[in-house]
């Protein structure tokens, strides 16, 4: 090995910690994020020297067993170990150390719960989204056993299946809990068959009673969507994108994922067309380039989104500026403005606006095949749900008008 290579092993990577916060201050990062950076940096390296690893070496192959000895708090360990990662990577960019992102390890039941997804993925063909879902959920059921110190699948029981549920299950509600019950018995089901539990236990699960179309869709007037966005302040970067994406929600009824996924080359300016890839249903939509839609989207992409190479339309405002990771960011983004447009309505949220489009084309008296194929619903009974919303209709029920409505 080469001197210099040697050498560089035994230096204390603190040396490295201000070049990095001045590779991070040209990329654009805030002063207040660098001083977090380097307050999370030092925690580590300071801790690592007083156990004796001083190294790069050592402390890559140590990284993971002390951040869960640094901080008891799981969100914190996520937060040091995502500005680890990037540290390694500005090292390995000037060529320091070729160093790797560190990962959690797995568990051993890691390689369970991936060949289960793959036999869902295979065998039932379900969509990329639901398998993330079915494998955090299978995660969490595997974490319990865990800590449960049960080590062997073979003894366990329906007292441990039932506790698990209790304990995870107390803060949704019947639908959410029908859902997850559903993932576990499939799991049971599968772990039976494939010889690894003794006997099939899935049926100590019992699921609530669902009603179809239980649930009153949650929508807000026109009036209001125009108030929802009269909160907005255009004269921010921030202000531009959230009015772009909250108006194409409430023009298109998009869900917010949808808004997140977006990209330039979705937009045909020319013929004035905007395409909605991969929707839920697993299909496409085109929907007419409105001109206030393709104004606000200008509007952004001219003064608001910052210089990035990735495609996607809406990008985050603080470096490394990359598109919304999880709905729920949006969804935060969009009960902000309803809140201070003083609206009150049951769980505000993204789909709010579709509930609201989808009401105002019911009061327009468009057909019902028309609102579903707007909507990008595969199944026309899918959309069933928003007759309940039909306000004008339901009067004329409570006036006493029926033959004419069913007629």
């Given at each position: 090995?080469?001197?210099?290579?040697?050498?560089?092993?035994?230096?204390?990577?603190?040396?490295?910690?201000?070049?990095?916060?001045?590779?991070?201050?040209?990329?654009?990062?805030?002063?207040?994020?660098?001083?977090?950076?380097?307050?999370?940096?030092?925690?580590?390296?300071?801790?690592?020297?007083?156990?004796?690893?001083?190294?790069?070496?050592?402390?890559?192959?140590?990284?993971?067993?002390?951040?869960?000895?640094?901080?008891?708090?799981?969100?914190?360990?996520?937060?040091?170990?995502?500005?680890?990662?990037?540290?390694?990577?500005?090292?390995?960019?000037?060529?320091?150390?070729?160093?790797?992102?560190?990962?959690?390890?797995?568990?051993?039941?890691?390689?369970?719960?991936?060949?289960?997804?793959?036999?869902?993925?295979?065998?039932?063909?379900?969509?990329?989204?639901?398998?993330?879902?079915?494998?955090?959920?299978?995660?969490?059921?595997?974490?319990?056993?865990?800590?449960?110190?049960?080590?062997?699948?073979?003894?366990?029981?329906?007292?441990?299946?039932?506790?698990?549920?209790?304990?995870?299950?107390?803060?949704?509600?019947?639908?959410?809990?029908?859902?997850?019950?559903?993932?576990?018995?499939?799991?049971?089901?599968?772990?039976?068959?494939?010889?690894?539990i003794r006997r099939d236990i899935s049926g100590v699960l019992i699921r609530p009673r669902i009603y179809k179309n239980e649930a009153c869709p949650r929508f807000i007037s026109t009036s209001q969507i125009k108030a929802v966005l009269s909160q907005i302040g255009q004269t921010t970067i921030i202000g531009i994108r959230d009015y772009a994406m909250i108006l194409l929600l409430a023009?298109?009824?998009?869900?917010?994922?949808?808004?997140?996924?977006?990209?330039?080359?979705?937009?045909?300016?020319?013929?004035?067309?905007?395409?909605?890839?991969?929707?839920?249903?697993?299909?496409?939509?085109?929907?007419?380039?409105?001109?206030?839609?393709?104004?606000?989207?200008?509007?952004?992409?001219?003064?608001?989104?910052?210089?990035?190479?990735?495609?996607?339309?809406?990008?985050?405002?603080?470096?490394?500026?990359?598109?919304?990771?999880?709905?729920?960011?949006?969804?935060?983004?969009?009960?902000?403005?309803?809140?201070?447009?003083?609206?009150?309505?049951?769980?505000?949220?993204?789909?709010?606006?579709?509930?609201?489009?989808?009401?105002?084309?019911?009061?327009?008296?468009?057909?019902?095949?028309?609102?579903?194929?707007?909507?990008?619903?595969?199944?026309?009974?899918?959309?069933?749900?928003?007759?309940?919303?039909?306000?004008?209709?339901?009067?004329?029920?409570?006036?006493?008008?029926?033959?004419?409505?069913?007629?």
């Amino acid at each position: 090995m080469p001197k210099h290579d040697s050498h560089r092993r035994r230096i204390s990577l603190r040396v490295y910690i201000d070049g990095y916060l001045k590779d991070l201050a040209s990329r654009g990062y805030a002063k207040r994020t660098q001083r977090h950076y380097r307050a999370d940096l030092l925690r580590l390296i300071e801790y690592a020297e007083c156990h004796g690893i001083h190294s790069a070496k050592q402390f890559l192959a140590c990284a993971h067993d002390l951040l869960s000895r640094v901080s008891a708090r799981r969100c914190t360990r996520g937060r040091i170990r995502s500005t680890v990662n990037q540290f390694f990577e500005y090292l390995a960019r000037h060529n320091i150390t070729a160093i790797t992102r560190t990962k959690v390890p797995k568990t051993k039941y890691a390689q369970l719960v991936d060949e289960y997804i793959q036999f869902q993925i295979g065998h039932r063909g379900i969509c990329r989204e639901y398998a993330k879902a079915i494998k955090r959920y299978c995660i969490c059921f595997f974490s319990y056993l865990q800590s449960r110190d049960i080590r062997r699948l073979s003894a366990l029981t329906p007292d441990v299946v039932l506790d698990f549920f209790t304990e995870n299950n107390k803060k949704y509600k019947r639908k959410s809990i029908s859902a997850h019950i559903s993932i576990l018995r499939c799991l049971l089901t599968y772990l039976y068959r494939n010889g690894v539990i003794r006997r099939d236990i899935s049926g100590v699960l019992i699921r609530p009673r669902i009603y179809k179309n239980e649930a009153c869709p949650r929508f807000i007037s026109t009036s209001q969507i125009k108030a929802v966005l009269s909160q907005i302040g255009q004269t921010t970067i921030i202000g531009i994108r959230d009015y772009a994406m909250i108006l194409l929600l409430a023009t298109y009824g998009l869900r917010g994922i949808e808004v997140i996924r977006l990209c330039l080359d979705d937009v045909d300016w020319r013929r004035r067309i905007i395409h909605i890839k991969g929707r839920k249903g697993g299909n496409n939509s085109d929907y007419p380039l409105s001109s206030f839609v393709g104004d606000a989207i200008i509007e952004y992409l001219q003064k608001a989104r910052p210089q990035s190479d990735d495609r996607h339309i809406f990008l985050s405002t603080k470096p490394p500026h990359r598109p919304f990771p999880y709905i729920s960011s949006m969804g935060c983004m969009v009960r902000k403005y309803i809140k201070k447009a003083r609206i009150e309505i049951t769980r505000p949220g993204t789909h709010t606006f579709r509930y609201s489009c989808a009401q105002t084309l019911l009061n327009q008296k468009t057909p019902l095949k028309v609102i579903s194929d707007y909507l990008g619903h595969m199944q026309p009974d899918t959309t069933q749900m928003y007759l309940k919303i039909s306000l004008e209709d339901l009067r004329e029920v409570a006036c006493g008008v029926v033959e004419e409505v069913i007629l």
